[in-house]
C-alpha cells in the first residue's frame, strides 16, 4: 500500500512557489527564440526520417527470411553458437541490420534533421546516401563469402558511415554558427 504524504507545506511557502513558476513561465515566453524552416526542408524531412524508415524496414527483409532458413525463433535476436547450425549466417544477416537500426539511425536522424535547418539540400543528399549505404551495409556484412572484418564495407557500405559523418560534421557546423565560434 502507498503512503500518501498530507503535507501541502504553508500557504506562504505555496504562494512564493507559485509566484517563481509564474516568473518563469512569463520570462520563457519572451525569451523564446523562433525558427524559421528553409522552403526545401520537406525534403530534409523525407529523406532523413521517411528514406531511413523505408530502407531499415526493407532490411528486415532478409532477416525474416534468415529466420526461416535458419531455423532462429523469437525472441531470439541472435542464433546461437552450437545450438543453431549455422549460427554465423544468420548472426551476420541480423547484425547488419541491428547496428543500422539501433547503433545508426537515432543519431543520424538528429544529426541530419538539426543540420537541415542551415543546409537543408545537403542533408537531404545525405539522406538519401544513408539509406542507400545503410542497405549496402547489410547486404556487405550478411556475405558469408567476405571476411567479416570488412565485408561490411566491401559492397558500398563505407557510404553509409561517410553518410553519418557528414551529418554530424554539419551538425557541428550549425551548432558552432549558432555559438559565434565562426562566422560561416
Excluded at 82 to 93: E, I, L, T
Aim: aromatic content about 10%.
Amino acid at each position: 500500500k502507498c503512503e500518501r504524504s498530507t503535507k501541502e507545506g504553508s500557504p506562504k511557502k505555496q504562494e512564493r512557489t507559485h509566484r517563481l513558476i509564474s516568473q518563469q513561465l512569463v520570462r520563457s515566453e519572451t525569451d523564446m527564440t523562433s525558427i524559421t524552416l528553409p522552403e526545401t526542408f520537406g525534403y530534409v524531412i523525407l529523406s532523413c526520417v521517411a528514406a531511413p524508415c523505408i530502407a531499415t524496414s526493407f532490411m528486415g527483409g532478409p532477416v525474416m527470411k534468415a529466420r526461416k532458413e535458419f531455423n532462429v525463433q523469437y525472441p531470439n535476436l541472435y542464433a546461437t553458437p552450437g545450438y543453431h547450425k549455422d549460427a554465423d549466417a544468420f548472426n551476420r544477416v541480423q547484425r547488419g541490420h541491428q547496428a543500422v537500426l539501433v547503433e545508426s539511425l537515432p543519431s543520424f536522424t538528429l544529426s541530419a534533421l538539426v543540420a537541415g535547418v542551415c543546409y537543408p539540400i545537403t542533408m537531404s543528399i545525405t539522406g538519401v546516401a544513408w539509406s542507400v549505404g545503410a542497405y549496402l551495409f547489410q547486404l556487405g556484412y550478411a556475405d558469408t563469402n567476405l571476411d567479416v572484418k570488412m565485408a561490411r564495407y566491401k559492397k558500398g557500405g563505407m557510404i553509409f558511415r561517410l553518410a553519418n559523418a557528414v551529418a554530424f560534421g554539419a551538425c557541428v557546423r550549425m551548432s558552432g554558427k549558432l555559438l559565434g565560434w565562426w562566422s560561416s
